[in-house]
Structures are given as structure tokens and as C-alpha cells.
């Protein structure tokens, strides 16, 4: 269970609201894994403070049902990192028929706050703002969502 999974509610300009999901992973999870002195980073404070941020590959979906129909548009991007934790993610469609791109920072542990631009450069473009709040980990259980998905042998 490496996939992290937001519930969202996206807002137009006119007060358009959708609800969609988004679900994305880190894919080079060797790099989360670096240990950090914290000590040492601490006791280096009173000098001019570098911070050293990281780059984050992530992939991922987008299901927003009323743009994106019935299949979730596919997303790469990368996650901004300190030391300190995440602290901006981006994503773009690899799907160049679904044009979409996603922004978003941590408010807090479980919520998220952003924007989405639908059809980037075409007609009919959407700019949304984005509010996402995480599913608790419990209901992210990827063998839940094959269980529901595969077929039942109802011959017994």
C-alpha cells in the first residue's frame, strides 16, 4: 500500500463544483529513504541556512467523472522535498487527448490545496481550484479494490 489516494472537491470561477479523486505514488521510493541528521542541520543555525531540496518522480490518476468520464486520466509529475517534508507536488496528463495539470501543496497532513487546468491551450479550458482531504489509510487497501473489482463464482 504505497499509493496515497485524496478525496476532492474542485471549484470554478462561476461556482462550478465537482467531485473527483486523485491517487498518486512516489515511484523512487530508495530516495524517501535517505537517513537525515537532524542534529547536525540544527547546530548549523546560526550560519546562513542552505536548504537542499529534493525532486520526487510520482505517477498517478485524476478521476474527475463529469471531465474526465468513466476512465481516470493518467499523471506523472514530480514532488517537491526538504528535509522538513513535501512541500509542492505537480502533474501533467500523459494522455494528450485529456489534457490536464495539477498544482497542489500540503495545508496539513490530511489536506491538500491547489488548482487544476482542464484542456490547457484549447478551447473550453478550465481553471479549477482544489481542495483534497486524505482517505484514511484503512480504506486504502489496493487487495480491497481488487476483491470489490474482480468477479464473484456464484456456482456453488
Known amino acids: 500500500m504505497d499509493e496515497i489516494i485524496h478525496s476532492l472537491l474542485l471549484t470554478g470561477r462561476f461556482g462550478l463544483s465537482l467531485p473527483g479523486t486523485l491517487r498518486f505514488r512516489f515511484t523512487d521510493l530508495d530516495a524517501l529513504t535517505r537517513p537525515v541528521d537532524v542534529a547536525a542541520m540544527l547546530g548549523a543555525a546560526p550560519q546562513p541556512v542552505n536548504i537542499e531540496v529534493a525532486v520526487f518522480q510520482l505517477e498517478g490518476s485524476l478521476s474527475v467523472p463529469l471531465l474526465t468520464g468513466l476512465r481516470p486520466v493518467p499523471l506523472q509529475g514530480v514532488a517537491l522535498g526538504t528535509a522538513a517534508g513535501p512541500i509542492g507536488f505537480v502533474l501533467s496528463s500523459t494522455d494528450p487527448a485529456r489534457r490536464v495539470d495539477v498544482l497542489f501543496n500540503l495545508l496539513d497532513l490530511q489536506t491538500i490545496a491547489g ?11 478550465l481553471v479549477l481550484s482544489l481542495l483534497g482531504t486524505q482517505l484514511p489509510i484503512g480504506m486504502q487497501d489496493p487487495m480491497l479494490e481488487q476483491d470489490e473489482a474482480a468477479p464473484q463464482d456464484e456456482t456453488a
Do not use: A, I, P, T
Open 115 to 125: 488548482g487544476v487546468v482542464w484542456r490547457r491551450g484549447r478551447f473550453g479550458e
